[in-house]
C-alpha cells in the first residue's frame, strides 16, 4: 500500500538552529500539507501546499517556518531559527482528488533543546 | 476563532457494545468534516468523512451530521478491542483534541 515517507524519524537541534523535515507525499498525490502535535496536545494544521504554492495556512505557520517541493517527490518543511516551543512532532500528508485516499506520515518526532 | 471540541474521555465501552463519540464545531462556514483514530504513538488514520447533513455508513462505523446542531458525532458498532484509540475529529483543517476510547473484553 502506498505511503508517505518522513525522515527523519527523530531529530534533535539546538535551540536557534534551522531544521529541515522532509516528507515523500504518495506519487500521484496533489494536495500536501503539515500538521504539528505537542505531546498529549490536539493536531494542528500548519500549512497546505497545491499546484506548487501555499493554499492554506495557520496563524501558526509565521516568517520562521518555509515549505518547498523542490523536486518531484520531497516536501520539506523548514524552521528557520528553532525554539524550545517549536518540540513536537509534525506529520506530513498528502492527498489525491479522492478525499478517501488523505494518508498521513508517520511523523518526525523533533526536541529543541 | 474555529473551534471543534470534543469530550476527551476517556471512553470506556464494553467489546460488542456500541461506541459513540461526539464533536461540536463553531464555523458555519466549512462544511467539510472528518474523523480520524490514531492509536498511541502513531500518526492520525482517516476513518469517514461527511459533507452532508444524516448519516453515512461504512461497515461499523456510522457518522451523524447535524448541521443546525453544529454536531458530528460517530457510532462504532460491535466494538473490538482493536478500536482502542484516540479518536479525532476535525473540521477541515481544524482539529478537536480527540476523545479516548477504551474496548473492554
Known amino acids: 500500500e502506498p505511503e508517505v515517507t518522513q525522515t527523519p524519524s527523530h531529530q534533535v537541534t539546538q535551540m536557534g538552529q534551522e531544521v529541515i523535515l522532509r516528507c515523500v507525499p504518495i506519487s500521484n498525490h496533489l494536495y500536501f500539507y503539515w500538521y504539528r502535535q505537542i505531546l498529549g496536545q490536539k493536531v494542528e494544521f500548519l500549512v497546505s501546499?497545491?499546484?506548487?504554492?501555499?493554499?492554506?495556512k495557520s496563524e501558526i505557520f509565521d516568517d520562521q517556518f518555509s515549505v518547498e517541493r523542490p523536486d518531484g517527490s520531497n516536501f520539506t518543511l523548514k524552521i528557520r531559527s528553532t525554539k524550545l516551543e517549536d518540540s513536537a512532532m509534525y506529520f506530513c500528508?498528502?492527498?489525491?482528488?479522492?478525499?478517501?485516499?488523505?494518508?498521513f506520515g508517520s511523523g518526525t518526532r523533533l526536541t529543541v533543546v | 476563532q474555529k473551534e471543534v471540541e470534543q469530550n476527551s474521555g476517556p471512553l470506556s465501552v464494553p467489546e460488542g457494545a456500541i461506541a459513540s463519540l461526539n464533536c461540536t464545531y463553531s464555523?458555519?462556514?466549512?462544511?467539510?468534516f472528518f474523523w480520524y483514530r490514531q492509536y498511541s504513538g502513531k500518526s492520525p488514520e482517516l476513518i469517514m468523512s461527511?459533507?452532508?447533513?444524516g448519516d453515512k455508513e461504512d461497515g461499523r462505523f456510522t457518522a451523524q451530521l447535524n448541521k443546525a446542531s453544529q454536531y458530528v458525532s460517530l457510532l462504532i458498532r460491535d466494538s473490538q478491542p482493536s478500536d482502542s484509540a484516540t479518536y479525532l475529529c476535525a473540521q477541515k483543517l481544524v482539529f478537536g483534541q480527540g476523545t479516548r476510547l477504551t474496548i473492554n473484553p
Open positions: 464555523d458555519r462556514v466549512s462544511q467539510s
Open positions: 500528508a498528502s492527498s489525491g482528488l479522492v478525499i478517501t485516499s488523505y494518508t
Open positions: 501546499f497545491y499546484n506548487n504554492e501555499i493554499s492554506e
Open positions: 461527511i459533507y452532508s447533513n
